[in-house]
């Protein structure tokens, strides 16, 4: 059972240009979380969806941040025209389905995406 | 609004020792309680899950503790090695399965 799957592992961008950053969840996985690290700093929420829904977005940036789950297909984060601040960790995280045996509330985490804004 | 802080912020010890991270949060009204390890460069691992209704989990030369009323979890880490040099990551789970994460304590074992 492969865990959260996320890519691209590094990722470089000019000034201006757009990153997008995907997330596969764990099999049997309906909830998807990202956060951000920045350097010398903790994660922080970003944004938690469902398939098809935005359930919380209250930790995304107002503008140039954008995150879907469709029906098919991996979660997407995109940062359109990056700044130097946007150079962080992203990571992904997902969770069962709730009110199922298999929710005990615990997130797994993928590897990261790893943006560099020169 | 949740806020989760880890003192000291770095820790150096010998090989052997048995040490205690601290982890305290300011809203008690959390749902679960997960302990992580991140290594340089890398994603986190989860070590330990303490759900609201539990004091403590255990998991090989691991052992976390969650006291709700006072807002505080232990990571206890018995005879430390220098493969456990990382940093390790507390983080409160709210509704939604939403986390606050502490800035980690950065442990590193000296063999």
């Excluded at chain 1, 799957?5 to 997008?20: D, I, K, S, Y």
């Excluded at chain 1, 709730?98 to 790893?114: M, V």
Aim: some cysteine; overall charge positive.
């Amino acid at each position: 059972n492969a865990g959260v799957m996320q890519n691209p592992r590094h990722l470089v961008r000019r000034r201006g240009q757009e990153a997008r950053l995907r997330c596969s969840p764990m099999k049997g996985h309906s909830h998807v979380y990202w956060y951000r690290q920045l350097p010398e700093e903790g994660l922080k929420f970003m944004v938690y969806l469902q398939k098809e829904n935005i359930i919380d977005e209250s930790g995304m940036p107002k503008e140039r941040f954008s995150a879907e789950f469709p029906k098919e297909g991996p979660s997407i984060l995109r940062i359109q025209q990056v700044v130097r601040g946007d150079s962080a960790a992203y990571f992904c995280a997902s969770s069962p389905p709730s009110r199922t045996a298999s929710n005990t509330g615990e997130l797994f985490f993928g590897e990261g995406s790893r943006l560099t804004v020169l | 609004k949740q806020e989760v802080t880890q003192i000291p912020a770095a820790l150096s010890v010998p090989e052997g020792e048995n040490l205690v991270l601290n982890c305290s949060f300011t809203d008690s009204a959390i749902y679960n309680l997960q302990w992580f390890r991140q290594d340089p460069g890398k994603g986190l691992t989860s070590l330990l899950l303490i759900q609201s209704s539990q004091r403590e989990q255990t998991s090989g030369r691991l052992n976390a503790s969650l006291d709700k009323s006072s807002g505080r979890s232990t990571l206890y880490i018995a005879a430390s090695q220098p493969g456990d040099s990382a940093t390790y990551l507390c983080a409160a789970i709210g509704a939604n399965s939403k986390l606050t994460f502490g800035k980690g304590i950065t442990l590193s074992v000296r063999p």
